[in-house]
């Protein structure tokens, strides 16, 4: 994790809120939960580092290796 990254990125949200919340202000609050939540949602993956993790093909790969000798049989 780099923090710096984060901060980075932190810095850009809070910039973000505060250029759009004022024409946030006349939309109904599903449309402000939403925005935060994706605001967060962005925020937290800042937090991970993405390009090196593992994807959802090495997952798989590893929970079925011990069929793949049985179902070439």
């Keep these: 994790m780099?923090?710096?990254a984060f901060f980075i990125t932190?810095?850009?949200v809070i910039v973000i809120i505060l250029l759009q919340w004022p024409?946030?202000?006349v939309n109904p609050s599903?449309?402000?939960a939403a925005f935060m939540?994706?605001?967060v949602i962005g925020l937290a993956f800042s937090l991970f580092d993405l390009q090196r993790m593992k994807g959802p093909i090495t997952l798989r790969e590893s929970l079925f290796k011990p069929f793949i000798e049985y179902m070439l049989k």
Aim: aromatic content about 6%; overall charge positive; cysteine-free.
């Design 2 to 4: 780099e923090w710096k």
């Design 37 to 39: 939540v994706l605001l």
């Design 30 to 32: 599903k449309d402000k």
């Design 23 to 25: 024409r946030l202000k």
């Design 10 to 12: 932190l810095m850009i």
